[in-house]
């Protein structure tokens, strides 16, 4: 019982930790952001801080990997059944991908448009293909080289409409980019079917 409520209390104080650095993000570049203003700002002390990352690296890391599972497991929920042998009509219910990114604007933008991982959309990218391929792969009857072709066109379709909507600002809500992308996406599929 001690080891979980241990963890429980772990987790919480990392995702303070975590949110206060997004928040410093959101004015301050990462550079001149210390563990002294994360600290600060997460209402904890160093040692405390200290006892979870090794410095704001190992933080900024953290905060990095939490928001590619996440977008992961949303494209997971999102796609696993429409593969591309997949005659079935996308869902709209089962596209939650947009919604993930609209939950996580402030933090997804930060890291897009900052010094901070220059090599974000092709990390996020690289994330999509490789887990389109692990879903649809046992599901697919089709040469790799074909299904990788697939799966790369898909992820630049969907890496795209994601890429624009943030650099509208999210002016439209993620409901109505969620249907123009399932729209644009079942009119594939009802020419296969015709």
Same mark, same amino acid.
């Given at each position: ?8 209390? #772990? ?8 949110? #206060?650095?997004?928040?410093? /993000? ?9 563990v002294k203003d994360i600290v600060e700002t997460a209402d904890f002390n160093r040692t405390t801080f ?14 990095? +990997?939490?928001?590619?599972?996440? &977008?992961?497991? #949303?494209?997971?929920?999102?796609? +696993?059944?429409?593969? @591309? ?11 939650? *991908?947009? $919604?993930?990114?609209?939950?996580h604007r402030y933090g997804l933008s930060i890291f897009k448009q900052s010094e901070l991982l220059p090599? &974000?959309?092709?990390?996020?990218? +690289?994330?999509?293909?490789?887990? /389109? ?19 790369? *066109? ?18 439209? @809500? @993620? $409901?109505?980019?969620? +249907? ?5 996406y079942n009119l594939k599929v009802e020419n296969i079917n015709k």
């Amino acid at each position: 019982m001690q080891n979980d409520s241990d963890s429980r209390s #772990a987790r919480r104080t990392k995702h303070l930790f975590k949110d #206060a650095l997004l928040r410093l /993000l959101e004015t301050e570049s990462f550079a001149y952001i210390s563990v002294k203003d994360i600290v600060e700002t997460a209402d904890f002390n160093r040692t405390t801080f200290y006892n979870h990352y090794i410095d704001k690296f190992d933080l900024l890391d953290d905060v990095t +990997q939490d928001l590619l599972d996440e &977008f992961s497991d #949303a494209l997971q929920t999102s796609f +696993q059944k429409y593969h @591309p042998n997949s005659k079935i009509l996308i869902n709209k219910t089962d596209v939650t *991908i947009f $919604e993930f990114v609209y939950r996580h604007r402030y933090g997804l933008s930060i890291f897009k448009q900052s010094e901070l991982l220059p090599n &974000f959309s092709q990390k996020c990218s +690289q994330v999509v293909q490789d887990k /389109l391929m692990d879903i649809w792969s046992p599901q697919v009857d089709m040469a790799e080289h074909r299904l990788k072709a697939y799966t790369k *066109i898909f992820t630049y379709g969907l890496m795209g409409t994601i890429s624009g909507w943030m650099s509208e600002d999210f002016s439209a @809500p @993620p $409901e109505t980019v969620t +249907q123009d992308f399932v729209d644009f996406y079942n009119l594939k599929v009802e020419n296969i079917n015709k």
